[in-house]
């Protein structure tokens, strides 16, 4: 829970040097975003799945699919959303920002600004082994 690894290449929400913590709203989500990214043969069989407790009182930045540039969700993404992520991280306002999925339409993924003062509020409550279905690939 540091982000570093999104800041060791990027993705669609941070550009490279931009530390940020991708995060999913249910397991359901989290599966369908990893698996994007992966064959049958690609998997990586060592998974695991973190429940994260975002204490209430937490602000949340909130983007809506209207507030977002056109073609936000293609593939690969545009510099337009990794400025986005980027301005969230270093304007610092917020420790959270909820954000729409690419991946599942109508569900939502929340990234965490490791730099926000209140990050240390944000605790990992649960870590275990998760494996994917095969029959998914």
Known sequence: MSGVGASIKGG???????????????RSLAM??????????????????????CPDPLP????????????????????????IGDDFVWKNQFPICKIPSVVTQGDYNYLINPRHQEFHLIKITQKESFRFDRRLF
Do not use: C
């Open 12 to 26: 669609r929400w941070n550009s490279i040097g931009t530390e940020l913590i991708y995060t999913a709203e249910n």
């Open 60 to 83: 949340i930045k909130i983007i809506n699919k209207e507030q977002l540039p056109e073609n936000w969700n293609s593939f690969p993404a545009i510099l337009k959303t990794q400025k």
């Open 32 to 53: 369908a975003e990893i698996a994007v990214h992966f064959s049958i043969a690609t998997m990586p069989d060592d998974y695991v799945m973190l429940t994260i407790d």
